[in-house]
């Protein structure tokens, strides 16, 4: 019985053990349990999660292969466009360098045209030049002949005039001479009265002696007054020279008339040398700028006619400039004025 009891009570400890086992087996499966739907839970929301990324994994992916689609299709269009870039930029080089070339030819143009108003200025003005020197040439050519024919008419008048004063001082040294011998002949004929009366009177000794005394006086006077007359009179040369003046005066009034005569005429051929160099300047300064027009209008055509225009314009400009020179050479009368202008005056 005891050991029955401690059987019984060995059971009953082992029933409470496993009671208490099964408690805990119960805890444990029911925590087991509420792990085993919470992992199914999560093991459905993971299917589910699973399911979402595949579809949006199939979604990227459709996305991807679009994207690879469109990024080739882009690829396609960035290779066009460089293309189409390249080709432009290559067009756009031909146009710059086309453009460059334009300018080159079209500044060259401009610089041709300008060289050859240039030149055709400096023709111009080196015309103009030659055309004023002749001008001065022919007014210095007249000036001359007119102080050539004056010298000349000097010369004849003071050749005259030396001859008549050499006529004058001859005659006046024959006068002096013949006065110069009349008053040698009188004095001696005064001294011989003087001594003949002398020697027929008699004199005393205060005779002689006053007569001594005023021959002294008059000695001393006679000396005074040659002193006197040579430092108040002029030199023979001022008499002469004072002789000659009147004498040119005197020309110069009788010769007053012809010098007039002689200037009105000269006045007159130089008018009217004058009024008619004016007419052939004037025709040929209208030449000159019907020429500086034509060159001007040739220079300012388009270059594919400048040379033809050119050619033809300097062969008419030639013709016109040998024109110019032949009138420059010619009077309006058809003189030449080369060998000088000794006919006018």
């Not at 008549?164 to 006065?179: D, N």
């Amino acid at each position: 019985m005891g050991l029955l009891q401690m059987q019984v009570e060995d059971l009953t400890t082992t029933v409470v053990d496993v009671e208490r086992q099964n408690r805990d087996h119960e805890a444990m499966v029911e925590t087991l349990r509420a792990d085993l739907v919470t992992l199914h839970a999560t093991w459905a929301e993971a299917v589910d999660q699973g399911k979402a990324h595949a579809a949006e994994r199939d979604t990227l992916a459709a996305a991807a292969a679009d994207l690879e689609a469109a990024v080739d299709r882009l690829h396609q269009d960035v290779a066009t466009l460089k293309q189409d870039l390249y080709e432009s930029q290559m067009d756009g080089f031909r146009l710059d360098r086309a453009r460059e070339q334009a300018e080159h030819e079209r500044d060259a143009a401009v610089q041709q045209r300008r060289d050859a108003i240039d030149r055709q200025n400096a023709a111009l003005e080196g015309q103009a030049q030659r055309t004023r020197d002749w001008q001065g040439a022919e007014r210095a050519a007249v000036i001359m002949e007119t102080q050539r024919n004056m010298a000349f008419h000097e010369r004849d008048h003071l050749e005259l005039q030396a001859e008549r004063l050499a006529y004058a001082q001859a005659e006046h040294r024959r006068i002096e001479e013949e006065a110069a011998e009349f008053l040698h002949a009188k004095r001696q004929q005064d001294l011989r009265l003087k001594r003949a009366a002398r020697a027929l009177e008699e004199f005393s000794t205060e005779k002689k002696a006053a007569a001594m005394e005023a021959a002294k006086a008059y000695g001393q006077q006679q000396t005074t007054n040659r002193r006197r007359q040579l430092a108040a009179s002029p030199s023979r040369e001022d008499r002469h020279r004072q002789r000659a003046q009147t004498a040119a005066a005197l020309e110069s009034q009788q010769q007053q008339h012809d010098l007039a005569s002689f200037e009105a005429e000269f006045v007159h051929t130089i008018k009217t040398f004058t009024e008619a160099r004016d007419a052939k300047w004037a025709k040929v300064k209208a030449l000159d700028q019907q020429s500086r027009f034509d060159a001007d209008r040739a220079a300012r055509r388009p270059l594919v006619h400048l040379k033809d225009s050119s050619s033809a314009h300097s062969r008419e400009d030639g013709g016109r400039r040998v024109g110019l020179v032949v009138e420059m050479y010619c009077t309006p009368d058809g003189v030449d004025t080369k060998s000088g202008v000794g006919g006018l005056v």
